[in-house]
């Protein structure tokens, strides 16, 4: 019934007439028709139902909305969930004063906590870092993300937030804060262990990064065990704390661990602090091991150096005529034989001499 009046209206000569003169709105009957509406959206929906009916639904906010009934919403009430969608929408836009001025009116409403302004200050801040030119400045905004990355790196307990924190530390080259998130996390695995041993020695902090060496090794199977001793051992060798380095020595020595490098810098550490006893102890058990010419003449020379007549006497008459044979090593021997004025060794290593070098005459 209604659609047939309306066709008999419409068949009017002045219907037509009538629609046009209909009088437009002014804009400001439109803002006021907004806030209407605003009003009484905030009237209809509970504070937490505003914000939700403001975001997709991957929970992320939905920035095709129109700023200025975002604004209009906050200038009825100050709620913390919009205000954050406006500074989203502000970072997304590059309008990071306008945002941060409104992390501003959040942190005096203290409806927020710290840790998530400082959030969001990092995200702007970094942003920032990169779009800038001034090189004081750039430092300036430096300082800013070193010290929200420290604040969060200390509030923070979340796994995962602290592996980005500690990403990011690093690739600003904060190793310091890098060293606090890994300590902090030292107890859970050994990949943190791992981590906060290396940033140690990166800031040469070597107490802190033999303690978590000394960690890795209680905790580590043999092989893995092995390599962390090797590697503390070679760190002690690296900045010369030979007392440590004797001891890690020791160890890969219980495991029969030691390489030929290994034993040559254990020998040349001892020899610098004139410590032939722990020099002859290593080069022997290395020559106990695969007899070498090497550690042969080593041995018999640490023996003589550090008075031990009777081992060098040992050696050079049990060992001698296999090493004889070579020239060089035929003429250390000899000479070695003499400084040791031993008539009995001395005989015998001078007759297999002759029968050696006699035949190839």
């Known amino acids: 019934m209604e659609n047939t009046q309306l066709q008999n209206l419409k068949g009017k000569k002045g219907f037509w007439k009538q629609i046009a003169s209909v009088k437009v709105f002014s804009n400001i009957e439109i803002f006021v028709f907004i806030l209407l509406l605003v009003i009484l959206a905030v009237l209809l929906f509970p504070e937490k139902e505003i914000s939700s009916l403001l975001k997709t639904e991957n929970g992320n906010p939905d920035l095709s909305l129109s700023k200025t009934y975002i604004k209009t919403l906050l200038k009825i009430e100050k709620n913390p969930e919009l205000m954050i969608l406006l500074i989203k929408s502000d970072i997304k836009a590059g309008n990071y004063e306008e945002a941060l001025k409104l992390i501003e009116e959040l942190e005096k409403s203290k409806k927020i906590s710290k840790k998530e302004i400082a959030y969001m200050k990092l ?66 695995s050994k990949i943190w262990l791992e981590r906060a041993y290396k940033t140690a020695i990166t800031l040469k902090k070597y107490d802190d990064a033999f303690k978590y060496l000394d960690r890795l090794i209680e905790t580590s199977e043999r092989t893995r065990k092995i390599k962390y001793i ?70 018999v020379q640490l023996a003589l150096w550090s008075g031990k007549y009777e081992l060098a006497k040992h050696l050079l008459e049990n060992y001698g005529e296999k090493y004889i044979t070579n020239p060089n090593m035929a003429l250390f021997i000899l000479h070695t034989v003499m400084a040791l004025n031993d008539r009995k060794v001395a005989v015998h290593i001078a007759q297999k001499a002759i029968d050696i070098y006699g035949e190839k005459k």
């Open 230 to 299: 090797k590697e503390a051992f070679n760190l002690s060798v690296s900045i010369g704390d030979y007392s440590r380095g004797y001891k890690y020595a020791n160890d890969l020595l219980s495991f029969d661990a030691l390489s030929t490098d290994d034993v040559k810098k254990i020998i040349d550490m001892a020899l610098f602090e004139k410590d032939y006893n722990t020099a002859l102890k290593f080069s022997y058990r290395m020559f106990e091991k695969n007899r070498s010419k090497f550690y042969f003449k080593k041995t």
């Open 123 to 188: 995200e702007i801040y970094e942003r920032m870092f990169f779009a800038e030119k001034n090189r004081k400045r750039k430092e300036a905004l430096k300082k800013e993300l070193k010290n929200l990355i420290k604040y969060l790196a200390l509030s923070e307990f979340s796994s995962l937030n602290l592996e980005k924190l500690y990403k990011k530390a690093l690739s600003f080259n904060f190793h310091d804060i890098a060293l606090l998130i890994s300590s902090k996390k030292a107890d859970e």
